[in-house]
């Protein structure tokens, strides 16, 4: 993975503070690896490339759907977890919801997730754009067709490499504690509901029936020809809501996540 990350373009950008999206779906944790190990590689690696801000990561994803025990390990060394509609399909697809949430500039923005197969002509020049501005993006990644596996093989290469520095430096650089944030039930329930710092309080909320019930609302379809039943509840809101037979095609497509 480190053949292809830049270090930073200018001296600001080395100095700006970086926030790390990470798609813990489609780049879990390898199987026998320490998942306390992730934040540490992570922040390891961009210190290397002369990154000198403070550094955030936040675990994204489907989070039901990944080990409790890797959640726990992952959050204990202060990567924070965002629990979300729909796993990200991409990096571009992420670095699009992930810039909603950007810090002002000067900022760095790293996102993980699997290289997207089609790039939208216009996007070179929304990130020269995003640069004039102050806001800096790093891929781990070459943007362009590269096969999942090769991607994963990649990030776990990434993983791997200096595991004995890794031990040493685990705790050595914990930043501010971790949050969790539930993008699924928040805009329906209290904002103290939806967001904390205490790991049990995400489990009991993530697996919750009110949280279970809004994630299928705002992720099944509504049938073809119909009122859309989630624009009459809630038109402010946007929802996953499209017709059955395009969402079986998309997702007969797309790759088996890792975690079962």
């Not at 026998?32 to 550094?55: E, F, H, S």
């Not at 990567?79 to 729909?86: F, G």
């Not at 943007?143 to 990649?154: D, H, Q, R, V, Y």
């Not at 509901?193 to 993530?206: A, K, M, Y």
Request: net charge negative.
């Amino acid at each position: 993975m480190m053949r292809v990350m830049e270090p930073p373009p200018t001296e600001e950008a080395a100095l700006a503070p970086v926030s790390v999206f990470w798609d813990i779906k489609s780049f879990p944790v390898p199987d026998g690896y320490d998942a306390r190990l992730v934040g540490p590689c992570i922040k390891r690696n961009l210190r290397k490339l002369g990154y000198t801000g403070p550094i955030t990561i936040t675990a994204v994803g489907v989070l039901s759907e990944v080990p409790r025990d890797i959640l726990k390990a992952v959050y204990s060394t202060g990567i924070s977890l965002k629990e979300v509609i729909k796993s990200p399909t991409n990096m571009y697809a992420l670095f699009l919801e992930s810039s909603l949430l950007r810090t002002p500039p000067p900022a760095n923005m790293m996102v993980i997730s699997r290289p997207p197969s089609y790039i939208p002509r216009h996007f070179s020049s929304i990130r020269d754009k995003d640069r004039e501005k102050g806001h800096y993006t790093i891929f781990p990644f070459p943007f362009g067709e590269m096969p999942l596996t090769l991607a994963i093989s990649l990030w776990e290469d990434f993983l791997l490499a200096d595991p004995v520095a890794l031990e040493e430096e685990k705790c050595s650089e914990m930043g501010d504690p971790a949050s969790w944030f539930c993008a699924v039930c928040h805009h329906f329930a209290a904002p103290d509901l939806v967001t904390g710092r205490d790991f049990d309080s995400f489990i009991t909320h993530l697996y919750s029936r009110q949280h279970a019930q809004l994630l299928q609302f705002q992720t099944v379809p509504c049938s073809p020809g119909s009122v859309c039943k989630h624009a009459a509840l809630a038109p402010s809101i946007r929802f996953i809501c499209v017709n059955k037979k395009i969402e079986e095609e998309a997702r007969a497509e797309a790759p088996c996540d890792s975690y079962p």
